[in-house]
């Protein structure tokens, strides 16, 4: 969303405010040896047999074949393309279930974040880690690709992904316009309606199913699937927006959710970005702080000095790329998207300040590896996944995208003024702005009337996913309860923190909510 002659990969990053909402969460710290379980046996569930309307009954009544697979069991379920017309056509999703180590009480569905990270790639990654010891022991551990992504039906915008790479770093020609003016807003809007047709050409009438509403009634369906007839749940990062919006939308079925480093559900596209810059901002300047007491600290002076030789290092690159060895440009777009990727956890710092002592000497390697590695880019130029597509078709339908020039510029002044050195970076058209669908979901409070407990954990310190927003949702929610954390990082839960830890683990394992909200 930066000024074009920061290249199309400006345009790819901010859909919605959705840079630190891409599939790039980070795995969750290792407390511990991991538990396995000794044999997986025989699947211990089958699916409710609950009352839906007719036109359901052949997703609520059918049968999942289940099968091994690494260790693991995994099935494919059937649902409606579009839940508000389920005679439409049907797509697949993507289930993995890791079975409680000892005496099965239930199942807890997990998403990751995104939009676009796989839930059945976390839980055959990770599921180990990602709750505690005691908590694996007795509950099964779902992970799900929501529709559009991975092994799921997905989205797709491109035949040969040299396209999506080039949009993604290849920089336009000097001499580039002022930026927001209308030709360079102009040039963006250019670049965005590219990727559309793009998008549209290549995976048809299916792009306007893939919002989170389409994806909290998958949620549904997959309780059902498992036998549940409660949704037990953990969601991170955008699984927070699929939690809270499952919560609006089957308020009785709500089991023990939480709902880490939340998003606030009323947040519009420039209030979730204002959002973004700001705790990106407080996350850089904390940087800042500690690498100035490091000796391979490439700024020099006092806190406020090293801000300005970032945003001079930065728009350097406007004017001078760095060329590297493959070929490409490291423009000002790619330097953004390296600081931005290494700010989710104070461990990632050692290694933002070789990036950036890099930069400033010259070479950019490092820098371009750090952005590659955000978008999923193999070495040879293709992608892991296809979650960068669906971070921003998702995004699309969920949040209404500015347009007009006037707004975008005001919108602009007022994130810039959040965050000097980093808001530049955030501002302009985003990547939704020629959509060809309507947006599909209204930001709006969510209130959850009759809901159990919901816990919402908050990270004082979060660059992604600021702190207010957590602040926000558990104000909002009837039955919110919220933890707030004093620290770095995107995702507090299960990470060695006994304060959060422990009520959380305590509602899993027996229904039992912290009934006041806690200051970790």
């Not at 199309?8 to 040896?33: D, H, Q, S």
């Not at 046996?41 to 609950?50: I, L, M, N, V, Y």
């Not at 957590?470 to 009837?478: I, N, Q, R, S």
Request: with cysteine.
């Amino acid at each position: 969303m930066r000024s074009s002659r920061r290249g199309p990969a400006a345009l790819a990053v901010i859909a919605a405010a959705a840079l630190a909402l891409t599939g790039c969460i980070l795995p969750p710290p290792l407390p511990g040896e991991p538990t396995s379980p000794g044999g997986l046996g025989e699947p211990q569930w089958s699916a409710t047999e609950e009352q839906v309307a007719p036109e359901l009954e052949p997703f609520y009544g059918q049968q999942v074949e289940w099968a091994e697979c690494q260790g693991l069991w995994c099935g494919t379920v059937t649902a409606p393309m579009d839940w508000e017309d389920p005679s439409t056509d049907t797509i697949e999703l993507a289930v993995t279930v890791a079975p409680a180590t000892g005496e099965r009480h239930g199942a807890i569905f997990y998403n990751p974040g995104g939009p676009g990270a796989s839930g059945v790639e976390y839980v055959r990654d990770y599921g180990d880690y990602l709750l505690h010891p005691q908590v694996r022991e007795h509950y099964d551990l779902v992970g799900f690709d929501p529709r559009g992504v991975g092994g799921s039906t997905p989205i797709s915008c491109y035949d040969d992904p040299q396209e999506l790479y080039d949009w993604l770093w290849e920089l336009p020609p000097a001499p580039a316009p002022e930026p927001l003016s209308d030709e360079d807003l102009e040039q963006q809007l250019e670049s965005a309606q590219w990727f559309a047709d793009s998008c549209l050409e290549h995976t048809g009438p299916f792009l306007q199913f893939v919002g989170t509403e389409q994806v909290a009634a998958d949620l549904d369906l997959l309780r059902a699937m498992l036998g549940e007839e409660q949704l037990d749940y953990l969601g991170v990062s955008y699984g927070t927006l699929i939690g809270s919006t499952y919560a609006d939308l089957f308020p009785e079925h709500v089991g023990r959710m939480v709902l880490d480093a939340a998003v606030a559900p009323d947040a519009t596209d420039f209030e979730g970005t204002l959002h973004q810059a700001a705790g990106f901002e407080l996350a850089y300047g904390n940087f800042v702080a500690d690498c100035l007491q490091q000796r391979d600290c490439p700024f020099d002076g006092d806190e406020a000095d090293a801000l300005e030789q970032t945003r001079e290092l930065i728009e350097s690159l406007d004017e001078r790329p760095i060329p590297v060895a493959d070929g490409r440009e490291l423009g000002s777009g790619a330097l953004f998207i390296a600081i931005a990727a290494n700010l989710y956890s104070d461990a990632q710092w050692p290694t933002l300040r070789q990036i950036l002592a890099d930069v400033a000497s010259g070479s950019g390697e490092r820098a371009f590896a750090a952005a590659d590695e955000y978008y999923g880019i193999n070495p040879d130029g293709t992608f892991a996944d296809n979650s960068l597509e669906a971070l921003i078709a998702v995004n699309c339908l969920d949040q209404p995208a500015t347009t007009d020039f006037d707004q975008v510029r005001a919108n602009a002044e007022q994130i810039m003024a959040a965050a000097p050195t980093l808001g530049p970076d955030f501002v302009g058209l985003g990547s939704c702005a020629a959509w060809p669908f309507e947006a599909t979901r209204v930001p709006h409070e969510i209130t959850a009337p009759g809901a159990e407990p919901i816990i919402v954990i908050g990270g004082i310190n979060d660059p992604a996913t600021s702190y207010q927003q957590a602040v926000d949702l558990a104000t909002m929610l009837e039955s919110g309860v919220l933890i707030s954390v004093d620290d770095e990082g995107h995702g507090q839960y299960n990470g060695g923190n006994a304060c959060v830890d422990g009520p959380v683990n305590q509602y899993f394992l027996t229904g039992t909510a912290p009934t006041a909200d806690l200051d970790c």
